[in-house]
């Protein structure tokens, strides 16, 4: 495969769906409405590319290694998990082919830099080459999120759906008071989803705000009985509520989702879903129904 027919192929992903979302009012909006040139260039509007770890083998692995830096490289080589290191690699992989359909830099040529709590952004050096282009990046067991917008504070998580672990008990551990006995009020499968939309709406939120777990937990609390999250804060975690939206649903059977972004305004934003399969020349669509979106309460996912 040549630079240009990769380059070619990253620009042409399949749309998954699409979900647009207000503060107050959620709307959902036909599949394959997002406009296929790019995304993140419109200001009211947030990209998840979705990408299978898996795909980390043979020459896709290897096309995906020459994109690395030698610090990537070094850390990939520390990895001693297979899984962990595949993950790593689609992640790294993702965020830089993404970037490249956003802006005009190679995918080997981007440079990132860390805040104080590790959270990556493109360097300064770079930005003028993105201006605003913000990205957050979520890895699990078999699936690995970008989420791509601009001029927002942005947060992704995934997490693969463990049914052995001691839900109720972590419950207790990291969540508010509130998400607990809401979680607790359930059994079984239920159990496990209300678990697993807390888990990840508090992962969006902390990534979202680039400060991990050096915000309490349990000094937010959200409220996933209506069909949108809505968030409150505690003294010990001051922020506005108001300008946040959320957006939280399984990926599969296996997998769930949240995405916590705040923009200025209340104008509608829009998030598109996409499978993406880096250097690969054809991609194809998501073969899961379950990530054709429909937004929260907007009843039955359109096929
Ligand atoms: C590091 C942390 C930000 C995310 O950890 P995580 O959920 O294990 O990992 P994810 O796969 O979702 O995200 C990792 C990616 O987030 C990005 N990231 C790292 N630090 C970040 C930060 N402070 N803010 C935002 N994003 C960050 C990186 O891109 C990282 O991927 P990379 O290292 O391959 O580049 C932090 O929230 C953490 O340590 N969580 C531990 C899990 C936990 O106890 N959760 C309780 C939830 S109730």
């Not at 630079?3 to 992903?13: G, K, S, Y």
């Not at 005009?104 to 952004?121: T, V």
């Not at 992962?203 to 409150?232: N, Q, W």
Request: glycine share 6%; net charge negative.
């Amino acid at each position: 495969m040549s630079d240009c027919d990769a380059q070619a192929a990253e620009r042409r992903p399949p749309s998954l769906s699409t979900v647009e979302f207000q503060s107050a009012v959620t709307q959902s909006v036909a599949n394959d409405s997002c406009p296929t040139n790019g995304c993140a260039s419109d200001r009211d509007r947030v990209d998840v590319y979705l990408a299978d770890p898996a795909l980390a083998t043979g020459e896709t692995a290897l096309a995906w290694l020459g994109l690395l830096s030698s610090t990537e490289r070094a850390r990939y080589d520390r990895f001693k998990v297979e899984g962990a290191r595949r993950e790593y690699l689609t992640g790294r992989a993702l965020v830089r082919t993404t970037l490249s359909r956003h802006a005009d830099c190679s995918p080997a040529d981007w440079r990132f830099e860390a805040n104080r709590y590790g959270r990556p952004a493109i360097a300064p050096d770079q930005a003028h080459a993105a201006p605003g282009l913000v990205f957050n990046l979520s890895h699990t067991r078999g699936l690995v999120a970008l989420a791509i917008g601009r001029n927002c504070d942005l947060g992704v998580d995934v997490e693969w759906i463990d049914r052995q672990g001691r839900l109720a008990d972590l419950c207790t551990r990291y969540f508010a008071p509130s998400e607990t006995a809401f979680v607790h009020a359930a059994e079984d499968d239920e159990l496990t989803d209300r678990f697993f939309t807390f888990w990840t709406l508090k992962e969006a939120y902390i990534k979202a705000r680039g400060m991990g777990l050096a915000l309490p937990l349990d000094g937010f609390a959200y409220d996933v009985s209506a069909s949108e999250p809505t968030i409150r804060f505690e003294p010990t975690c001051p922020d506005d509520p108001s300008r946040w939206r959320f957006f939280a649903r399984r990926i599969g059977a296996s997998h769930r989702l949240a995405l916590a972004m705040a923009v200025a305004g209340a104008g509608v934003v829009s998030v598109c879903f996409w499978q993406a399969r880096p250097l690969v020349a054809k991609p194809e669509a998501f073969a899961e129904p379950a990530v054709r979106l429909a937004a929260p309460g907007a009843g039955t996912p359109s096929a």
